[in-house]
């Protein structure tokens, strides 16, 4: 197993030399968290021990027999009448490990169609489909690893894309359990079917993501460093430049360097952290500085780039809402609900 866990990472570094974060066309689900738990922290996918399957479905290395036999429904609400939603199943085998088995759509609306004469075609509608299968298992105490398999079909009209994914995770909890942090490369993987003949790269990301349980107190801390796999991803918005130029004296004033490095560093991290308060109730709040930079207005205060969440337990349900705040007048409200048949059957 020593040999699996070096070539997962030896793939996550090939595949990050070769990758670029900007100009990439990509369904939005490859950035939609699965797990409202997740998302109420402001995290893609969480590094976190524990036997929730929604944190299995996001890293494939969580998944072990602890979340076997839970089924998960999640449904998001996102913009202007798009809703996501989301399935998942989990089954451990003996000897072969923990397998998952997800679907999420993305449903943006139906159109009306006109051609280029601008006569009405009719209506029409557009959406994003991704399966997941996942496979996890514990090669010792410490160390677990986890692929998902993520076909990925979008259909807009009468056009077609098709792409096929991997998410590549290896994760190590410290003996107390406390501490644990994963590794991560995602959506490694290429087009099969384009929209107009033009292929284009998978929006693959590398990132490192840890959580530590304060011993004797109620609180978890959360923190990801994300796309680690390119250093500058300031946006240079060009109705905002942050450099300016002095037509008379040709001064350019702007950031310095120590702020540009700052400010490059704060867009990789992200930072939450979660309460449980009596043992059925979580709190949870999170922080993502890049967010709040490339979202945030320029002429009045908002909260972009904070999340929140809320979750609890009614009678073998766990139920999670959370909300993020991409924008002061938009914010996507996450649900799910996660339980275990073998309470039922």
């Known amino acids: ?13 090939v595949v990050a030399v070769r ?7 990509r369904p939005a689900l490859l950035d939609m968290p699965f797990s409202s738990r997740a998302a109420g ?17 996001g890293n494939p290395s969580l998944l072990s027999d602890r979340v076997n036999n839970q089924v998960a429904l999640g449904f998001v609400n996102v913009f202007a009448g798009a ?17 998952s088995f997800g679907l999420q ?10 051609d280029e004469y601008d006569q009405p075609t009719g209506t029409f509608s557009a959406a994003d489909y991704v399966m997941t299968i996942g496979w996890g298992r514990e090669v010792d105490d410490h160390v677990s690893v986890g692929v998902n398999f993520k076909p990925v079909l979008s259909h807009y009209e009468s056009y077609t894309a098709l792409a096929v994914c991997f998410d590549v995770a290896a994760t190590y909890v410290s003996t107390s359990k406390a501490f644990a942090a994963t590794l991560m490369g995602r959506n490694i993987g290429a087009q099969l079917m384009t929209f107009d003949g033009t292929t284009e790269r998978m929006p693959f990301e590398l990132s490192l993501a840890g959580s530590y349980k304060l011993q004797d107190a109620p609180f978890c801390l959360m923190f990801a460093f994300n796309d680690l796999q390119t250093w500058d991803l300031a946006y240079e918005d060009p109705l905002n430049p942050s450099s300016v130029t002095d037509p008379f004296t040709h001064e350019v004033t702007g950031k310095s360097d120590v702020e540009r490095v700052l400010d490059n560093l704060g867009r990789h991290v992200s930072v939450g952290v979660e309460v449980n308060i009596k043992q059925s109730l979580f709190l949870r709040l999170g922080y993502s500085y890049r967010q709040m930079v490339e979202m945030k207005a320029a002429d009045r205060f908002n909260t972009s780039g904070f999340s929140f969440g809320i979750g609890f337990t009614v009678k073998g349900f766990r139920i ?19 339980t275990d048949l073998e309470r039922f059957f």
């Open 1 to 13: 197993m020593r040999k699996v866990i070096a070539l997962l990472l030896l793939m996550c570094s």
């Open 19 to 25: 990758a670029q974060v900007a100009g990439l066309s």
């Open 41 to 57: 922290l402001g995290f893609d996918y969480l590094s976190l021990y524990g036997d929730d399957l929604t944190l299995g479905m």
């Open 83 to 99: 809703n996501f939603g989301s399935a998942a199943y989990s089954r451990t085998f003996k000897n072969l490990g923990s397998f």
């Open 105 to 114: 759509f993305g449903s943006y609306g139906r159109f009306e169609g006109y």
């Open 320 to 338: 999670a809402y959370s909300r993020n705040n991409y924008h002061f007048s938009q914010a996507p409200n996450f649900i799910s609900i996660t």
